[in-house]
């Protein structure tokens, strides 16, 4: 990795690194042995190329990464490969106090889940809207900080929302009790007036959870 201009303007780097997509693609570039060609990002993230190439261009623009042109096959134009700059104190994600801010009330909650999801309930009231039970679900977990996306479901009436990137994914790992808790509450607080049920499935794979909706 290079080194980081001191010049980087600040508000720029917190405001690429806001989107979580782009913290996944700069953890992966940190920790990459070689340059990364956009297919390759696409192919470990599960994003889309035309994605991932938008999400480049943020952090490019920030001062983040560095692209490099290298020969592709054939008699193409050269193909892009990307860096990470050495990452800077000011590279701090721009909701790094929201998050502290959670761990202290998760540290605060004594109730257990039962008051934990009580919590969450109100919070997905708020969220619910009017549409379907599915529509729901994934409006909410993206407005949350989620990637969702749709995967078959375990059984013919069952639909299965993955739900990508949790913004508390390390504090969901300490404390289950509290914040997956509070996310099946939020789950159950969208659904309530439409009967619907979902259930929360935390940690099927190391950064993904998913949702089972059963339609009534």
Same mark, same amino acid.
């Given at each position: 990795?290079?080194?980081?201009?001191?010049?980087?303007?600040?508000?720029?780097?917190?405001?690429? @690194?806001?989107?979580?997509?782009?913290?996944?693609?700069?953890?992966?570039?940190?920790? #990459?042995?070689?340059?990364?060609?956009?297919?390759?990002?696409?192919?470990?993230?599960?994003? !889309?190329?035309?994605?991932?190439?938008?999400?480049?261009? #943020?952090?490019?623009?920030?001062?983040?990464?560095?692209?490099?042109?290298?020969?592709?096959?054939?008699?193409?134009?050269?193909?892009?490969?990307?860096?990470?700059?050495? !990452?800077?104190?000011?590279?701090?994600?721009?909701?790094?106090?929201?998050?502290?801010?959670?761990?202290?009330?998760?540290?605060?909650?004594?109730?257990?889940?039962? #008051?934990?999801?009580?919590?969450?309930?109100?919070?997905?009231?708020?969220?619910?809207? !009017?549409?379907?039970?599915?529509?729901?679900?994934? #409006?909410?977990?993206?407005?949350?900080?989620?990637?969702?996306?749709?995967?078959?479901?375990?059984?013919?009436?069952?639909?299965?929302?993955?739900?990508?990137?949790?913004?508390?994914?390390?504090?969901?790992?300490?404390?289950?009790?509290?914040?997956?808790?509070?996310?099946?509450?939020?789950?159950?607080?969208?659904?309530?007036?439409?009967? !619907?049920?979902?259930?929360? @499935?935390?940690?099927?794979?190391?950064?993904?959870?998913?949702?089972?909706?059963?339609?009534?």
């Amino acid at each position: 990795m290079t080194e980081m201009p001191r010049d980087v303007d600040a508000q720029r780097v917190h405001h690429a @690194l806001a989107a979580p997509s782009r913290r996944r693609l700069m953890t992966l570039l940190r920790e #990459a042995d070689d340059l990364l060609g956009v297919e390759d990002m696409a192919a470990a993230t599960g994003l !889309s190329v035309a994605t991932v190439r938008h999400h480049l261009a #943020a952090l490019a623009e920030a001062g983040l990464i560095t692209a490099t042109a290298s020969a592709g096959p054939g008699r193409g134009r050269p193909r892009l490969r990307y860096a990470a700059i050495r !990452s800077d104190p000011r590279e701090e994600p721009a909701d790094t106090p929201f998050r502290e801010l959670a761990r202290a009330l998760a540290e605060a909650v004594g109730g257990g889940p039962g #008051a934990s999801r009580e919590a969450g309930l109100g919070w997905g009231r708020r969220l619910a809207g !009017s549409g379907p039970a599915a529509e729901r679900v994934f #409006a909410a977990a993206a407005r949350m900080g989620f990637a969702p996306r749709d995967a078959p479901g375990p059984h013919p009436d069952t639909r299965r929302v993955l739900l990508h990137e949790c913004p508390y994914r390390d504090l969901a790992r300490a404390r289950p009790e509290v914040v997956c808790a509070v996310h099946q509450g939020v789950l159950d607080g969208l659904l309530e007036d439409c009967g !619907s049920t979902v259930r929360l @499935l935390p940690f099927i794979g190391p950064d993904l959870c998913a949702a089972d909706l059963r339609t009534a």
